[in-house]
Every structure is written in C-alpha cells, then in structure tokens.
C-alpha cells in the first residue's frame, strides 16, 4: 500500500465519515463505575444549545482533582472556555473540529511545570490536619524542592502529562456519571493555543476536552485483545 502524505486537517475531517452507533449514546441507568467506564465514549457531536451550569462543571472539576499525582503536587492547571467568541476562536486552532464549537465547554487541561513551588502550600494543609509533623513537612519540601526543582524539561514535561492524562480521565468518567459527555483531543496546535489563550509560561497543554450533552452516539468500542497488551511477569 502506498502512503500518501495528508494533513492534520484531512485526517479529523475522515473521522466525520466513520459510521457511529446508533443516534444517541445508550442511556445509563446506574452510576455504577462499571458501566460508566465502559459507556464513556469520545463523542463528537453535542447539542450547541445545552449549555452546562458553571457550577456542575465546577462539580465535576471538584471530583476529577481527587485523581492522584506525583507527590500529590497537582500539576494540574484547568483553563475552561465557555465564551462561544472564544470557541470559534479556538476551533482553527483544534483542526475545525465541530465539538469545539457546539460543546457546552472546552477544557484545556495544562501542566503546571513550576507545580513543585506550592509543595509549602499542599503539605501545610497535612500539617493541619494532624497528619504530619512540621519537621516531616520540612524534609518532603526540601526533598521536593531538589527533585523537582532540577528535573530537566523532557522529564518535568513527563511528570505534567501523566499526571494531567490522570486528572483527564477521572474528569470524563466524572461527566459520563453525571449524565454528560465528552472527547479528548489532541488534535490542535500547542503553539498557537498557548499564544493565543495567554497560557503562562510554565504552563504546557497536556489535551483539550470538550464536555456538553451529547447529540450523536460515538463510535462502537473497539480494543485490541487483552493478551495482545499484556505480559505477565517478565518480557
Ligand atoms: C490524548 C488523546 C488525544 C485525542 N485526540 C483526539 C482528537 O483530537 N480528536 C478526536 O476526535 N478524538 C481524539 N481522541 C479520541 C480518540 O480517538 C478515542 O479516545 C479513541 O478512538 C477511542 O475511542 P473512545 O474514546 O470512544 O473509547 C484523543 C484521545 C486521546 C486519549
């Protein structure tokens, strides 16, 4: 098979012609984990006149920051765009992909690279609690300090994504449960994002979702077999 080179743009506008399943995502019953793991789909079509409360997309950001993080330092940074101005000027940017604009909100889920400088702020709330001496605190912030503190950028950047993929995660589950949908993308320019959103500099976009009430079921599921990606033991 020859291999024609295509664009970033070619390949989200095919994406428009696989077929999906059914018209609506199947409707959820329960808020059993089980089901909302395998029910959450990427769905690329929303209804552009739901519009989500701030306050249950504060909700769900609420419980997607209970995921856990590398020395629970939360590098997690959230910009959440709801003006509509702001969507379009965001969807040149993000390949024209139609859930930019109809989706109730975008997030973009950053990674604070400096997240380490609040590690005073994080472990003074375990002081308080009771749960840790302040000679304890102390040592983890100076440990912090020199760990993270001369992580070279890839690792620094490696630290960021896997913890903002986590708090990613656990933010959609939470939508699915709360009866709304959404889609990763990383189908956009960081660049221009960055610049164009003002994004601090020590701040790197891990993805971008798109949470809104769904208009169109996703795609059917399909995963390679379990024993395709799995060794046990050793290699
Ligand atoms: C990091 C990441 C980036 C993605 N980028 C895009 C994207 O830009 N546009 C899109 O339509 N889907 C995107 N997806 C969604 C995937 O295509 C989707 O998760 C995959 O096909 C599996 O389907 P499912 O999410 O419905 O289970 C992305 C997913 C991940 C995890």
Sequence with gaps: MTQERTSNQEYFDKIKEIKTEGNLPKEIEDQNFFTIA????????????????RKEV????????LAPSSSNLQPWRFLVIEDQSLKETLLPIANN??????????????ADLEAYKKAPEIYQQVVDSGSMTEEIKDFYINQIN?????????NAMRVGMIDGGIVAQQLMLTAKAKGYDTVPMGGFDPVKFVDTFNVPKHFTPV????????AHAGFPKKRLPLD???????F
């Design 38 to 53: 395998k029910e959450r789909s990427s769905i690329r079509h929303y209804d552009p006149n739901f519009k989500i409360e």
């Design 58 to 65: 504060q909700e769900i950001l609420e419980t997607a920051i």
């Design 97 to 110: 992909q139609n859930q930019i604009v109809d989706a109730s909100v975008v997030i973009a889920v950053l």
């Design 146 to 154: 020199q760990h993270y503190g001369n992580l070279d950028e890839m």
């Design 207 to 214: 993805m971008l979702i798109s949470l809104g009430k769904a």
């Design 228 to 234: 395709e990606v799995t060794t046990w033991n050793t």
